[in-house]
């Protein structure tokens, strides 16, 4: 067993066992070593130099497999003995262990574990059941799910504190659970997946533990693992939009002493001295109702993902977003419903005063490419003040959409005039509401989905032209102006 560092080997061990395990840290190394006839071991080999072996219990059957967990001082052991799971968790640092056992007797054998922080997942199957259960491998506290599946099991994987298990009739999850709330929402998660009258269990458990932020982090998490089930999407989306109401989320724009040029390319220095907002994955997701299609799925970076970035001056506000997006469809105009096309709403809420529903002093904005074809004067399309341009990429990958928006947008006119901005522009500090919604059409039959920066533009099962009805400033990002970077 050699230790090697940058500058050649370090340490050298000599094992003289058969080694069926090995598991290595920076510090540290575990190794399962087995001899015949004899219960196996675990040796654990420290950076400076010190060895320390432990005996698995006499009951250990067949030690399974052997797991790093961690980046410090955590490591984790499990077999199976033919009727239960066992195993313990070592501190590496002090020597000092802790053992548990499956809460389920008749084990017949447990599957490879997944490890993400300190939480350990595995299945163990019976002759009848497959089951999942959550160590804590700081206490070695066991929880088990309550729901369980029958049939082989493909797999188990562990995504930022939550583990899922396949099997081939269905699949099992559960969150690392810290107390007894959060036990009960990885339960009624479970259920969630597997049938649909979960779902209120699983809203009942959110009221009951007031962690409405944790359990919409849940969701998004399982759901960018590729566990992408209608009901919990739909429990994920609701929490995202009521913790989005609770919490909005705050945005800065920096001021910049340069305007850039309205041209479509994101290559501009006031972009790059800005700071980027990424949004990707299920947290910025949302279905749209569709008659046309069934269901929709997210398949990653190219499909939909964008990059946002907010400056000012004394004259405008800009942003540019720069859209990852394989599939285009022009907006077709003549088409007034089911949202064809892929295009951008642009939504601001000029007093920053929110509300849950649209009142004067808010504004809707679409833009995108465009049908070529004689246009029909119609109320709603109305050219807004400001500059804007829509560019697909030279490369095909998506579009760039940038605009340049007026502050007197902003303060209205003497009959309706909305925010006191001298003429000189805004100061420091300035607050106002905002949201940026792309939907994504990638059939031609209308928009299956939307990206967007925050959940308060609801797209709905409506004529295109009647959004306010999903309008909802209440859930809107709020812009906070500062000075220069």
């Known amino acids: 067993l050699l230790l090697i560092q940058p500058d050649g080997v370090v340490r050298r061990w000599d094992v003289g066992m058969d080694v069926d395990g090995m598991a290595a840290q920076q510090d540290w190394c575990l190794l399962l070593e087995r001899v015949p006839k004899t219960t196996p071991a675990v040796a654990l080999y420290l950076a400076s130099g010190q060895t320390k072996r432990f005996c698995v219990s006499e009951?250990?059957?067949?030690?399974e497999f052997l797991k790093a967990v961690g980046r410090g001082r955590n490591a984790g052991v499990l077999w199976s003995s033919g009727v239960t799971v066992r195993g313990f968790v070592l501190d590496v640092r002090s020597g000092r262990r802790v053992g548990f056992r499956s809460l389920l007797n008749g084990a017949s054998g447990v599957t490879e574990p997944a490890v993400v922080g300190r939480w350990m997942f595995y299945a163990e199957r019976t002759f009848?059941?497959?089951?999942?259960?959550?160590?804590?491998?700081?206490?070695?506290a066991v929880f088990g799910t309550d729901v369980r599946v029958r049939g082989r099991v493909w797999g188990v994987a562990g995504a930022a504190a939550i583990g899922v298990v396949w099997t081939r009739e269905g699949m099992i999850c559960g969150l690392g659970c810290e107390?007894?709330?959060?036990?009960?929402?990885?339960?009624?998660?479970?259920?969630?997946?597997?049938?649909?009258?979960?779902?209120?269990r699983y809203v009942a458990a959110?009221?009951?533990?007031?962690?409405?932020?944790?359990?919409?982090?849940?969701?998004?998490?399982?759901?960018?693992s590729g566990i992408d089930e209608q009901p919990l999407r739909d429990v994920t989306e609701r929490c995202l939009f009521w913790e989005a109401v609770e919490t909005p989320p705050t945005f800065r724009a920096f001021?910049?002493?340069?305007?850039?040029?309205?041209?479509?390319r994101a290559d501009d220095p006031c972009w790059r001295q800005a700071h980027a907002l990424w949004l990707r994955g299920h947290k910025n997701l949302c279905g749209v109702e569709n008659p046309r299609i069934r269901g929709w799925r997210w398949l990653g970076k190219m499909d939909t993902e964008a990059r946002v970035w907010l400056a000012w001056?004394?004259?405008?506000?800009?942003?540019?977003?720069?859209?990852?997006?394989?599939?285009?469809?022009?907006?077709?105009?003549?088409?007034?419903?089911?949202?064809?096309?892929?295009?951008?709403?642009?939504a601001i809420d000029r007093r920053g005063n929110g509300g849950l529903e649209a009142d004067g002093d808010d504004v809707l904005v679409s833009l995108g490419l465009v049908v070529p074809r004689p246009k029909k004067r119609r109320?709603?399309?109305?050219?807004?003040?400001?500059?804007?341009?829509?560019?697909?990429?030279?490369d095909g990958t998506g579009v760039i959409y940038e605009m340049a928006i007026p502050w007197e947008y902003f303060r209205g006119d003497r009959r309706a005039p909305w925010v006191d901005i001298p003429p000189s522009g805004p100061r420091k500090?300035?607050?106002?509401?905002?949201?940026?919604?792309?939907?994504?059409?990638d059939t031609g039959l209308g928009a299956c989905k939307t990206l967007s920066l925050a959940p308060g533009l609801v797209i709905g099962r409506q004529d295109r032209f009647l959004l306010w009805r999903g309008f909802v400033p209440d859930a809107f990002a709020k812009v906070v102006l500062e000075e220069g970077r």
Request: with cysteine; glycine share 10%.
């Open 313 to 346: 001056d004394a004259k405008n506000l800009y942003i540019l977003i720069d859209l990852d997006d394989q599939i285009i469809y022009p907006m077709d105009e003549d088409e007034e419903k089911f949202h064809n096309g892929d295009m951008l709403y642009l």
């Open 206 to 224: 959110l009221e009951a533990c007031g962690r409405r932020g944790d359990a919409a982090n849940a969701g998004v998490r399982l759901l960018d």
């Open 255 to 264: 001021r910049v002493e340069k305007a850039p040029a309205i041209d479509g």
């Open 179 to 200: 107390d007894a709330c959060r036990v009960e929402l990885g339960r009624a998660a479970a259920e969630v997946l597997l049938r649909d009258e979960g779902y209120g």
């Open 379 to 394: 109320e709603g399309t109305r050219k807004p003040r400001g500059t804007y341009i829509v560019r697909q990429k030279d």
């Open 128 to 140: 009848w059941t497959v089951r999942m259960e959550v160590v804590d491998l700081r206490s070695g």
């Open 429 to 441: 500090g300035f607050t106002f509401g905002l949201n940026l919604v792309m939907l994504d059409d």
């Open 59 to 63: 009951d250990a059957g067949t030690v």
